[in-house]
């Protein structure tokens, strides 16, 4: 069999966690008893005028310039006309030819330090549709469905990608990087599980070294980025038996059964011409200020690819430290305010490794917990000085998670403070007098006993030793080096 490759688009659909929906007053409800947030706009009753909502313009143009994309000068909605009980008006307001941002790219950074560069064909303004819910859960063959307007009007903004990417893990890399990029500018809650961000990956796959596309095929709306990366991976692999067996891929609509791994087909796919899209006759066209667009580019927050290259290149953390860090802005605030006080890579590491560690169990953020960016500096402070031990300010940790007291003075008040090297010794040496079996087998050179003695010692003194002074003293004690 030839060799093939796979080609990958996405497409990303953001709610907007704005106020109010996309044409009407109507507040945005996640969680809200069903059709409590309706009216005649986005029930589609008879004689109604849609108004553009300004601040989903103005996230859009966000997006828009955070993705590098052109800002069309003046774009325009049109209809989407299809039949589904989740659109009353049997038809979506969207965006055609003229998107509000054109042609972008989005750059992303390989863990081993190479980027990835994924080219933006547009991103659009349009609303989401009502809620569906059927009876056991299943979409064919339910007893019954029913309908929850609330949703139906949420603004959403479509990302479209380029075929650039090739492989299921480029997709999720890219899905992950960008959603942090929303999540900075605060655009969007982009939770996969609640829906406001919902990727559709198009995959097909040519013989390695073509240039042209093969059909492609679409999957839908996973809720994770795992989910995805392993549809993608079994939509591949079901390409590429299909060619094996002298078939051809149709064009149509898969889903992917995380459970099972199988692949199954909904639909064949509507070409564009089946909506039958025409411009809307009830909206103006979008003609954003130049200035404005202009004010907005300029107070774009720094963005996550740069941020994580100058915590590599400048602060000496690793690009996990920084991928792991710059996962929520809040994060990213939490961890600064801590490097600015202490060794950046010390704090990275602290954050990222026990804080975190320790607060999952009671579930919440660094950014929510008493634990505040000085504690951590403190902290790293006081290991940095040899006052507390690794193991001790672990303890000095949860202490000032569960009563927010400052490090310092919980090392004092719980006597947590690094054993002086005297008191040490003395310990040492009853440890070895009570073990000369272990004694015996160090002087004999099995080095790997000495992992013993540091464990006692741990014991004994309720981890205020310092595990490379007691090496050293076991040492010296046994062998007289
Ligand atoms: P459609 O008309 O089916 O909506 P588009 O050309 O608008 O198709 O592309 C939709 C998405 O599919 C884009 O993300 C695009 O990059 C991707 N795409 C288009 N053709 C292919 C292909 N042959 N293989 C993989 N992805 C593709
Ligand atoms: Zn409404
Ligand atoms: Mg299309």
């Known amino acids: 069999m030839s060799a093939h490759e796979p080609v990958i688009g996405v497409e990303i659909h953001v709610q907007l966690s704005t106020r109010t929906k996309m044409f009407c007053g109507c507040e945005l409800s996640f969680g809200d008893p069903p059709n409590t947030h309706t009216c005649p706009v986005c029930l589609a009753h008879p004689g109604v005028l849609p108004v553009v909502n300004e601040e989903a313009v103005r996230r859009a143009l966000l997006i828009g310039l955070a993705l590098g994309c052109e800002i069309a000068p003046r774009s325009i909605f049109h209809r989407k006309n299809y039949f589904y009980p989740d659109l009353p008006k049997a038809y979506q307001i969207s965006q055609f030819d003229i998107p509000i941002c054109g042609r972008g790219e989005f750059r992303a950074l390989r863990e081993d330090g190479s980027e990835l560069v994924v080219g933006i064909t547009r991103a659009h303004l349009e609303e989401d549709a009502a809620k569906l819910t059927h009876a056991g859960g299943r979409r064919a063959g339910a007893a019954e469905s029913v309908v929850d307007f609330n949703r139906g009007g949420t603004p959403l903004v479509e990302i479209v990608t380029e075929p650039d990417l090739r492989s299921p893990s480029d997709v999720a890399l890219f899905l992950r990087q960008l959603r942090q990029t929303l999540l900075f500018l605060g655009v969007s809650d982009c939770s996969m599980e609640e829906g406001s961000m919902r990727a559709d990956a198009n995959v097909s796959i040519r013989p390695v070294g073509s240039q042209e596309l093969g059909t492609k095929t679409e999957l839908k709306n996973m809720n994770s980025f795992r989910f995805l990366e392993r549809g993608i991976e079994a939509e591949i692999a079901r390409q590429e038996e299909i060619v094996a067996a002298g078939g051809r891929v149709s064009q149509e609509t898969v889903h992917y059964e995380p459970d099972t791994g199988h692949i199954t087909s909904l639909r064949s796919k509507e070409e564009s011409h089946d909506y039958r899209y025409f411009p809307e006759p009830d909206l103006v066209p979008i003609a954003p200020d130049p200035a404005w667009v202009e004010e907005l580019r300029a107070g774009l927050p720094e963005l996550p690819l740069p941020l994580r290259m100058r915590m590599v290149g400048e602060m000496g953390l690793s690009a996990e430290d920084a991928e792991v860090l710059t996962e929520r802005p809040e994060l990213v605030a939490y961890f600064m305010e801590a490097a600015a006080l202490a060794d950046p890579k010390a704090c990275a590491n602290w954050i ?57 003075d919980v090392v004092e008040s719980k006597g947590l403070g690094a054993m002086d090297e005297g008191d040490l010794a003395a310990i040492v040496a009853e440890i070895i007098a009570a073990n000369p079996d272990q004694a015996q087998q160090l002087r004999d050179g099995k080095d790997k006993v000495i992992g013993f003695f540091v464990g006692q010692a741990m014991k004994g003194t309720g981890g205020r030793a310092d595990p490379q002074s007691v090496q050293r003293l076991v040492r010296e004690a046994v062998r007289g080096d």
């Open 352 to 408: 990222r490794g026990e804080l975190r560690a320790q607060l999952r169990e009671v579930g919440v953020e660094p950014w929510q917990s008493k634990v505040t960016p000085a504690h951590v500096a403190a902290l790293v402070g006081l290991l940095d000085a040899g006052t507390v031990t690794v193991p001790a300010a672990k303890e000095v940790l949860a202490e000032v998670i569960a009563s927010g007291g400052d490090p310092a």
